[in-house]
T-cell receptor
Framework: DAGVTQSPTHLIKTRGQQVTLRCSPK?????VSWYQQALGQGPQFIFQ???????QRGNFPDRFSGHQFPNYSSELNVNALLLGDSALYLC?????????????????FGEGSRLTVL | EDQVTQSPEALRLQEGESSSLNCSYT??????LFWYRQDPGKGPEFLFT???AGEEKEKERLKATLTKKESFLHITAPKPEDSATYLC???????????FGTGTRLTIIP
């Protein structure tokens, strides 16, 4: 059973450029969330996608956008990169009723995409 | 706003030396309190979910407990392979996100 897969694993960009990160959720999961983790910090919620729509968004600027495809995979796009965008970007998948249906409610995380902005 | 504070920031133990990690929190209507383990350069790995005060869960050398203000992750007779950063997170009703603490970096010395 394949877990959450992310690509690329590492990438280097320069200020002002744009980046696209990709995520395939765990088999059977329909909800994808994206988190940003700066060095030495806990993950920070960017947004969540369900049924190809953004269901909730964290405190991130509009430069951060996303998309979910019919097969539940997802992309995270960041425009006009800043030095402060350097971080580990984590994708997490879950079932849509995990938080409400009395299930374990856990998120399954991928290995992350390490973005360095120079 | 929901808040999670973990202590200590870092902890070094001798192999076999038991200890506890603390997670204190403030939240409007706790839906779930989560513990994750994160190895360097990897994504967090789910360990436990706790839903109500008084609840306890165990897995191998780890036991998580929950009160109305805190959660503890107890580690009994740890081994070097238990070395990792342990993250605490929570969610509340009406919210789809997890709010994480900054983690405790645990090192077990052989």
């Amino acid at each position: 059973d394949a877990g959450v897969t992310q690509s690329p694993t590492h990438l280097i960009k320069t200020r002002g450029q744009q980046v696209t990160l990709r995520c395939s959720p765990k088999s059977g999961h329909d909800t994808v969330s994206w988190y940003q983790q700066a060095l030495g910090q806990g993950p920070q919620f960017i947004f969540q996608y369900y049924e190809e729509e953004e269901r909730q968004r964290g405190n991130f600027p509009d430069r951060f956008s996303g998309h979910q495809f019919p097969n539940y995979s997802s992309e995270l796009n960041v425009n006009a990169l800043l030095l402060g965008d350097s971080a580990l970007y984590l994708c997490a998948s879950s079932l849509s009723n995990s938080f409400w249906g009395g299930l374990a409610g856990e998120l399954f995380f991928g290995e992350g995409s390490r973005l360095t902005v120079l | 706003e929901d808040q999670v504070t973990q202590s200590p920031e870092a902890l070094r133990l001798q192999e076999g030396e038991s200890s506890s990690l603390n997670c204190s929190y403030t939240v409007s209507g706790l839906r779930g309190l989560f513990w994750y383990r994160q190895d360097p350069g990897k994504g967090p790995e789910f360990l436990f979910t706790l839903y109500s005060a008084g609840e306890e869960k165990e897995k191998e050398r780890l036991k998580a407990t929950l009160t109305k203000k805190e959660s503890f992750l107890h580690i009994t007779a740890p081994k070097p392979e238990d070395s990792a950063t342990y993250l605490c997170a929570l969610t509340n009703f009406g919210n789809e996100k997890l709010t994480f603490g900054t983690g405790t970096r645990l090192t077990i010395i052989p």
